[in-house]
């Protein structure tokens, strides 16, 4: 199942990241709103998330991560906006080639080719030594994961003693789910390539088996759940509509489904989750002996 869902993904973002870029700018996560201020810029709401999870999660504070891992970095949006913030080295993973190369040619194009790399591998089989990575940065790549168990094994493997996970995911809502909402669910899973998704809950369950400490939770559903009524106003612009269908069904499909994560958050059925966790030093020593 992860090759053929690797593929699906990989054509999936090879196809619409091009246009995703032209309407939208470089980053392909949602924007965040703050109450009772409504009429936020859409690039502007995308850079205030950013700006709101660095907060959040006290990246730099008390000191700034040396080497970090933009886990699903799309096309470098995240990558370069870290690497500039807090002067590390940033490397950037994605499974889509179009993305990496156009990764590239950005970072090129701001100088930072050499501060900033990016590579096409896969998050539960990453190719690098284990404790190479003060931070591990996944913005919205959870979600697309075939086996969270082994996703959150691996980003604390590469994570140095003391390193810190920042993972922000789709998520559902707690509890049981009725049929209706594994419906929903399916069918936005098809729509953008997911295997699954869990709750926030699950997700700090999993973390803690993996060995992650100091475990930190928050649910912004509220917060961005206006980004998809933006989504849906720009899908709506004729100006994009012969790059929509140029881009192929795979994008067509996904623009025709953008009213599932809508209604998805109007009925608390889709959570947008955050959650922080470290790679305890003791235990790590501890493993070591």
Known sequence: MTSALNQRIRNFYDASSGLWEQVWGEH???GYYEAGQ??????????????KVIKWGHIGD????RHILDLGCGIGGSSLELAQRFGARVTGITLSPVQMKRAQERAEA??????????VADALQMPFETGSFDLVWSLESGEHMPDKHQF????????????????????????????????HLQKIYDVYCL????????????????????????????????????????????????????????????????GLMRRGYASGLVRFGLLSGFKPVAHCRDKST
């Open 28 to 30: 392909m996560h949602h």
């Open 110 to 119: 701001v100088g930072l080719s050499q501060q900033v790399q990016f590579q």
């Open 152 to 183: 959150l094994a691996e980003c604390w493997r590469v994570l140095r003693p003391g390193g810190q996970l920042l993972l922000v995911t789709w998520c559902h809502r707690e509890g049981s789910l009725s049929p209706q909402d594994r419906q």
């Open 195 to 258: 295997p699954y998704v869990i709750s926030l809950s699950e997700y700090v369950h999993l973390a803690q088996q993996v060995g992650f400490e100091q475990i930190y939770q928050a649910d912004w559903s509220e917060q961005v759940a206006p980004f998809w009524d933006e989504v849906i106003a720009s899908a709506l612009d004729w100006r994009w509509i012969p790059g929509l269908l140029r881009s192929g069904w795979g994008t067509i499909r996904g623009a025709l489904g953008l």
């Open 38 to 51: 409504p009429g936020k810029g859409r690039r502007q709401a995308q850079m205030h998330l950013i700006n």
């Open 62 to 65: 008390p000191f700034s991560p």
